[in-house]
């Protein structure tokens, strides 16, 4: 063989090694991925066990909480302990207003008709206002009308202070020619029953001098005892406060 047929021999030769070394290489890579494969198809799958076990709990625990919760009663059911109830509380409430009204029957007030009779109270009411009204108004030229009018509506005790009183004013009036004018302004019964009454009574007052028209005001608070006669209310006590 001579030189030229050796080199280029030697380069087919070459030539053969660089076509078989891709075939190499691509055999190699198919490996790689074959174990790759292999590797990745060989790990174990990831089973949601614990997913399963916690929705499992879950659902057991929501089973009992609605088995604990308590079943409301129908209300056809809770009608009768209602009533019951409202039985109970009635028979109280009845109780109570029968101690009540035997308390009331046995306490001294409860006898005050002030408190419960109105017609009684609007009678002696009337009776003292009006009695009040005459009794402390005069003119000096004309104190015989209010003597009259208070010997007709005062007894007792009533009657003896007033007269001492009423003797001043006999005396000055016609000197200071003065005339009185009284009002009740306020009157309430304190009590009353038997026949009695217990007054407090307020009044304005009102003077004028006719010689020189001066004018004086006041008022005054006196506590005042009734007692109901055949012919009406009079007055026996009077007492300034």
């Known amino acids: 063989m ?3 047929e050796e080199i280029a021999a030697i380069d087919e030769a ?6 078989a070394e891709p075939e190499t290489d691509t055999e190699t890579v198919a ?5 790759a494969t292999k590797t990745e ?3 174990p799958e990831v089973v949601p066990e614990a997913a399963d076990a916690d929705e499992a709990d879950s659902a057991e625990a ?3 909480r609605e088995s604990a919760a ?3 009663r129908p209300a056809w059911l809770r009608l009768p302990a209602l009533l019951l109830a409202a039985a109970l509380l009635l028979t109280g409430a009845g109780v109570w207003f029968t101690l009540e009204a035997r308390s009331a029957s046995g306490n001294p007030a409860a006898g005050n008709l002030a408190l419960t009779d109105v017609g009684a109270t609007a009678d002696v009411t009337s009776a003292v206002t009006l009695a009040m009204n005459r009794i402390f108004s005069y003119s000096y030229d004309k104190t015989d009308v209010t003597e009259k009018a208070a010997a007709a509506v005062l007894r007792g005790a009533a009657k003896d202070s ?3 009183l009423f003797a001043q004013v006999r005396e000055k009036a016609p000197q200071q020619k003065l005339v009185l004018t009284s009002r009740v302004s306020a009157i309430a019964v304190q009590d009353l029953r038997n026949g009695h009454a217990r007054l407090l009574v307020f009044l304005d007052q009102s003077a004028v001098r006719a ?3 001066a004018t004086d005001s006041a008022a005054a608070q006196l506590s005042v005892t009734a007692e109901h006669t055949g012919d009406g209310w009079v007055v026996t006590e009077l007492e300034p406060r």
């Open 41 to 43: 198809t060989d790990e």
């Open 2 to 4: 001579s030189r030229t």
């Open 162 to 164: 007033y007269d001492k």
């Open 14 to 19: 070459d030539e053969r090694d660089l076509v």
């Open 70 to 72: 308590p079943t409301p």
């Open 62 to 64: 929501a089973l009992s």
């Open 31 to 35: 490996v790689a991925v074959a174990v």
């Open 211 to 213: 010689d020189n028209n």
